[in-house]
Structure formats: structure tokens, C-alpha cells
């Protein structure tokens, strides 16, 4: 009796989920992004994505399906970034990479203006010097230039 219980309520939540879980990720609340670490290699981009899950019918989904199913959500957050790659996700974390990020030239760095997919609570950004600026409740960034060596940092209008 049990076993039949579980396998017609393991039915009905394969079948609900889907439905409430696209909803949420569609309102941006399915997942809650709260730091987005920015390190570079070359050109390319690594980014840390801490967040949490919202919302129990998304927690379920998670559950049955695994953190690859949030897999589509973090690449639409990062869909302005050229060649994404997520090289690693788990329940709160992921690491994605991407191309093309940042230039140096002249002693000067720059990266490029991009929107993510929704807000983020905060965006580390660590150049390669180890200089580091932290951007607080943002969806978008402006153009940024950093001097080498300095502590002279520069948002350009979009």
C-alpha cells in the first residue's frame, strides 16, 4: 500500500513540477543569486556563482531531477557573456567560464558592458593584479577600465 501511495504522489510531482517550476524560473525567483566572483585567465573570465534556491516546488525539482536542472537558468543570467561554459554546479555553487571578457593593453584593462539575466545581490570583480571592486544589487554593469598598479578605476557610459 505504501509502495503505491509514494510511486502515484512521485507521478503527480513529475508532473507538477515542470509547470510551477518553469513559472518560477520564469519570474527570476527560482533561483537567488547572491555572489558572483570574477577572476581572469588571459582574456577569459572565471566566474564563482553562489546562490540559493527559492521556493519549495523548485526545491522538489531540484531533489528529483538533480542541480543540473538549474543548468538553463544560469546560462540565461549569463547568456550576454561570449562561449559560456559551466565546468562544475552543485546545489549552491557553480563555476562557468567565458571567453573574451577582459583586454589589456598599455597597462590598462577593460571589460566590456553586460547585462545579466537578473539581479544579483553582489558582483566581485578581481583583475588580474589583484585589484578588486565589489558591485552591490546589480542586473548590468557599464564598461570598466583599471589602470595596472593603481587603484584608479573607471565606469564608462554604456
Known amino acids: 500500500m505504501f509502495k503505491r501511495v509514494w ?3 512521485m507521478i503527480f510531482l513529475l508532473l507538477l513540477m515542470p ?16 555572489d558572483v566572483i570574477m577572476t581572469f585567465d588571459g582574456e577569459d573570465a572565471n566566474i564563482t556563482v553562489e546562490y540559493s534556491i527559492d521556493g519549495l516546488f523548485a526545491r522538489l525539482y531540484l531533489l528529483v531531477f538533480g542541480p543540473d536542472a538549474i543548468r ?14 559551466i565546468t562544475d554546479i552543485s546545489w549552491n555553487k ?13 597597462g590598462i584593462y577593460r571589460i566590456h558592458a553586460f547585462d ?3 539581479n544579483v545581490d553582489k558582483l566581485y570583480i578581481i583583475f588580474p593584479n589583484g585589484y578588486e571592486i565589489m558591485l552591490e544589487d546589480i542586473n548590468a554593469t557599464r ?6 598598479n593603481t587603484q584608479f578605476i573607471m565606469f564608462l557610459p554604456a
Open 19 to 34: 509547470v510551477v517550476s518553469a513559472a518560477e524560473a520564469h519570474e527570476s525567483r527560482f533561483i537567488d543569486i547572491t
Open 72 to 85: 538553463q537558468k544560469l546560462e540565461d543570467v549569463f547568456a550576454d557573456f561570449s562561449n559560456i561554459r
Open 116 to 118: 545579466l539575466g537578473q
Open 7 to 9: 510511486v502515484v504522489f
Open 94 to 106: 557553480a563555476n562557468i567560464t567565458a571567453n573574451d571578457v577582459i583586454t589589456y593593453d598599455d
Open 143 to 148: 564598461p570598466i577600465v583599471h589602470k595596472n
